[in-house]
């Protein structure tokens, strides 16, 4: 439906620019536009190498087991069926710690691990296990407290203040991960009950 919508407005775009006899506009639009968004591009890149770097110095470091250790009481709490020193923890603990930091295409790669590592425990191949869906909630709506990314974008575009955002982020990424958190026991709660 957005397809269409976008396609829409695109063709309404075309056709009033040609009609109006300054259909150059759009092709300078577009041109302008693909730069801008290269440009972008490239300026995120480093962002996002700089970030994946430092995750991958806290890795060789033992700092991710060390955050495991940490974290463990809650992740045995959210994946009890996951065993503790399973590959699937170790995803998923990378994929929160890149989400924590606002690196969410940083994440999807160790999402997409986690997912992966947690089919292998998954007794039922056609359905989704308890765990694979408390990690698609928690991966969805985790909390962030450094978002990385969107303070990029703001310095990119001139931001005379790019941090002022971390503090609102703080408070909507925490209430959706509690959200997410809730709704999925009560759901499961719910499941378990009619089965």
């Known amino acids: 439906m957005v397809n269409y919508i ?3 407005m695109i063709a309404i775009g075309v056709l009033v620019a040609a009609f109006n006899g300054h259909i150059e506009v759009v092709t300078k639009a577009a041109l302008d536009g693909a730069q801008f968004a290269v440009q972008t591009s490239i300026d995120l890149v480093a962002i996002i190498t700089f970030w994946l770097g430092i995750m991958k110095l806290a890795e060789a470091a033992g700092l991710v087991r060390a955050l495991a250790r940490v974290v463990q009481p809650i992740t045995n709490f959210l994946f009890p069926s996951v065993p503790r020193e399973h590959p699937a923890m170790g995803a998923i603990i990378m994929n929160l710690s890149a989400n924590i930091l606002g690196l969410g295409n940083a994440a999807t790669p160790m999402g997409l691990i ?3 590592e947690l089919q292998k425990l998954n007794h039922d191949r056609k359905t989704a296990s308890d765990a694979m869906c408390t990690f698609l909630a928690l991966n969805t709506s985790c909390i962030t407290l450094i978002p990385t990314t969107i303070i990029g974008i703001r310095l990119i ?3 005379t203040n790019p941090t002022e955002i971390v ?3 703080i408070f909507a990424t925490a209430a959706g991960m509690t959200m997410a958190v809730t709704v999925d026991r009560v759901l499961r709660s719910i499941y378990r009950q009619r089965r």
């Open 157 to 159: 575009y001139g931001s």
């Open 167 to 169: 503090g609102t982020t």
């Open 6 to 8: 976008w396609f829409g």
């Open 114 to 116: 986690a997912m992966q």
